[in-house]
């Protein structure tokens, strides 16, 4: 949708005019047959149809360009009216600086900023709105350091409050506790098994040994055997030999 067109002031030539809305062109892109037309309202058009809406050539968005720059300065020096005229807003400034205008109007309607409050003011009277906005905090005058809202005041109880306070860190420790504890208790576990895992590993490797060391004695044990055997044969030979 473009500008209200009963905003401006004086002539607005017609080639300024969006050929679907009638209003005065926002942001507005040109068709190869040089029709003018809001963004928003020939995006729109193209969603339905394939042809412009003035003369029915055939178009879509890829033939869409900016408009000329002679037509763009021609709309830019438009000048027009604030949106916020009906608050009392007396501002007439050109179609290039209105956006800048408006932001920053007085007398633009703006939410409260404070969460909860639901109320629109003009923002020239949003600081007296603030002081005395029933959703405004503030710190507890008694101390507590609690905040709390305007409109609980009267229903504030500081021990009750600190009490609620004191439960919820209670609660929040326990938990913090246990779960230190599962924690604990789950690495401990994981220890234990493969301190076990790392014993029964020992314990073959020690039966290993002891296998080895086993089959190493039964095998010097035999050499001694055939050592003195063959001594015995050497002393038998020796004694026959002295014989002869």
Known sequence: MGYDIERF?????????????????????????????CTACIHGWLVHHSNCPEDRQMIDVSLLRPLYRYMKNDLNRLQLHCKNREYGCEMVCSLESIDR??????????PCS??????????????????????????????????????EDTQHNCVA??????????????????EAKHEMESRLDSQRRHMVQKESILQNEIEELKSQMSRMMSDVRSLMAAERQHRQELEQAELEKREL
């Open 9 to 37: 002031v004086g002539y607005v030539n017609e080639g300024l005019l969006c050929s679907i809305c009638r209003d005065v062109l926002e942001d507005p892109l040109q068709a190869p047959c040089e029709h003018a037309f």
């Open 101 to 110: 205008h408006e932001r920053e109007c007085e007398y633009s309607q703006i």
């Open 114 to 151: 404070n969460a909860g409050c639901t109320v629109q003011i003009e923002r020239r009277n949003l600081e007296g709105h603030l002081a005395v906005c029933e959703y405004r905090s503030r710190e507890c005058p008694n101390g507590c350091g609690y905040t709390i809202l305007s409109a």
């Open 161 to 178: 409050e600190l009490r609620t306070e004191l439960e919820l860190l209670r609660s929040e420790m326990i938990c913090r506790v246990e």
